[in-house]
């Protein structure tokens, strides 16, 4: 198993930044593909980015790519996710998810942490 720790969310005004950290324990992270999925109030958790276990491939939802990046550090445990731009459409709970495969389908991720919330203001 993995244990996955989200970190980094809060409140910023329309066009700041943020960055997510999500931090990993147990199993050996750097054997996992991970992806950062969102979910906004009232609407169903989606897709935003993933990446593979060397980083040699990453994949963005077309509604953040250009302003959103994913990266990894193996060596210390950690997935993030730079996010520019922002937007109140960018406003939901972000969580980090660990996977065999890369994927942009939920299904297929096995770990998942807890989430952390975002809020862009307008």
């Known amino acids: 198993q993995v244990q996955l720790v989200e970190s980094g969310g809060g409140l910023v005004h329309t066009g700041g930044s943020l960055t997510l950290s999500c931090l990993a324990s147990g199993r050996t992270f750097r054997a996992y593909e991970m992806g950062w999925f969102r979910q906004a109030p009232g609407t169903e958790r989606e897709f935003v980015a993933y990446?593979?276990?060397?980083?040699?491939?990453?994949n963005y939802a077309d509604s953040v790519r250009g302003r959103f990046t994913i990266s990894r550090d193996n060596a210390k445990n950690t997935l993030y996710l730079q996010m520019n731009s922002l937007k109140p459409e960018d406003t939901a709970v972000y969580y980090c998810?660990?996977?065999?495969?890369?994927?942009?389908?939920?299904?297929?991720?096995?770990?998942w942490g807890q989430g952390t919330q975002v809020t862009v203001s307008s």
């Open positions: 998810a660990a996977a065999s495969r890369v994927t942009t389908l939920e299904r297929e991720y096995d770990y």
């Open positions: 990446i593979s276990r060397t980083s040699g491939t990453r």
